[in-house]
């Protein structure tokens, strides 16, 4: 058992460092690349994996103490750049139909 928790320790290391790489912020000091979990930063383990974890367990606690619980998530700040990149999700999909462009920039489907 123990040999395994080393081997997901690593990997959570490992994928947290590569993050760390890919990480951007805008001017709101965040930019989303996938708005279905938390950020890493949120938790208090060093695994990206804690924060949805720990998210769970205040929701499922809340919900014993009958609290709702509402969710708020920001459809438009994204991490995707400019023209120059990085295309990480959404541009790279279908950029016209994920943000809505200047008819300068449905014209021309590379600038993004």
């Known amino acids: ?3 395994e928790q080393r081997k997901v320790s690593k990997r959570c ?7 760390l790489l ?8 965040y930019s989303t690349v996938n708005f279905f979990s938390p950020m890493g930063s949120a938790g208090l383990s060093n695994c990206g994996l804690g924060a949805i974890n720990e998210f769970k367990y205040l929701v499922k606690e809340a919900h014993k103490r009958e609290i709702k619980v509402i969710m708020d998530v920001v459809f438009n ?3 995707e750049g400019n ?7 959404f541009r790279g999909i279908d950029n016209i139909v994920f943000y809505m462009l200047a ?3 449905v014209a021309n489907p ?3």
């Open 1 to 3: 058992m123990e040999d």
């Open 13 to 19: 290391n490992w994928l947290a460092w590569y993050l």
């Open 22 to 29: 890919l990480i951007r912020f805008n001017f709101w000091g």
């Open 77 to 79: 700040h994204t991490a």
């Open 83 to 89: 023209e120059n990149g990085p295309i990480l999700s």
């Open 103 to 105: 008819p300068k920039f």
């Open 110 to 112: 590379c600038t993004f």
